[in-house]
């Protein structure tokens, strides 16, 4: 079974600086993906950014980027340069690569805050 | 566009008062699934479909029923609802893989 754990509490950043979102995973498959997703007040989930398991850079999107630490199982979340519509929960989110059902387990989300 | 389009994206109804949420997607995704969010759990799988006729349950599949009788729609049913079920539902979809999810805009219910 896979786990996501995001335990920050809810976390606020000023504008135009850097934040980092934490989350570790947990799990036995030997190729997994890792997502982070954005859901804003409105309520719909919004796509960030994907890792592969097997990926040897981190990704980035634009003023996102994935740190990923494969040793340590955490895929943390950076964005450079908030923006106040950067305000939304964030879910961390992993899936694996085997078996039929395409699964995406989340973590519990945390959320961020914008201050001008 | 592409898109996963649920129906409705708010309902309050009684205890016991069959429902059902729609769910059409315009992607030829074969892979169909539901989840439910609720405050600190994240979001959690309901039931999934990898194509028409085969649908199989999630995490969390009691009180729910599914059906894919089409490769587009994927309605989820509610035959009895009670207040646990009070949450936010999100239809999503993919091509095989599971990568390039798309998922619906969520409907709020409310049980009462």
């Known amino acids: 079974a896979q786990k996501i754990t995001q335990t920050q509490p809810g976390m606020f950043v000023q504008e135009k600086e850097a934040v980092t979102l934490d989350c570790t995973y947990d799990?036995?498959?030997?190729?997994?993906?890792l997502f982070w997703y954005k859901q804003p007040s409105s309520g719909e989930m919004i796509f960030l950014i994907y890792?592969?398991?097997?990926?040897?850079q981190n990704a980035t999107e634009g003023r996102y980027s994935l740190n990923f630490q494969k040793a340590r199982k955490s895929a943390n979340l950076v964005i450079s340069a908030s923006q106040l519509g950067d305000s939304a929960m964030y879910f961390c989110a992993t899936k694996s690569d085997t078996g039929a059902n395409s699964k995406l387990t989340f973590g519990k989300g945390i959320t961020l805050s914008v201050r001008p | 566009e592409a898109q996963v389009t649920q129906n409705p994206r708010y309902l309050i109804t009684v205890t016991g008062k069959k429902l059902t949420v729609t769910c059409s997607q315009n992607?030829?995704?074969?892979?169909m699934s539901w989840y439910r969010q609720d405050p600190g759990l994240g979001l959690r799988q309901i039931y999934y479909?990898?194509?028409?006729?085969?649908?199989d349950k999630g995490d969390v599949p009691e009180g729910y029923k599914v059906s894919r009788k089409e490769k587009r729609n994927f309605p989820l049913i509610l035959e009895s609802p009670s207040p646990n079920q009070t949450s936010l539902y999100f239809c999503a979809s993919s091509p095989p893989g599971g990568y390039g999810y798309t998922f619906g805009s969520g409907t709020r219910l409310t049980v009462v």
């Open positions: 992607m030829n995704h074969e892979y």
């Open positions: 479909s990898m194509n028409v006729e085969v649908t």
């Open positions: 799990t036995s498959d030997p190729s997994y993906g």
């Open positions: 890792q592969g398991s097997y990926d040897q």
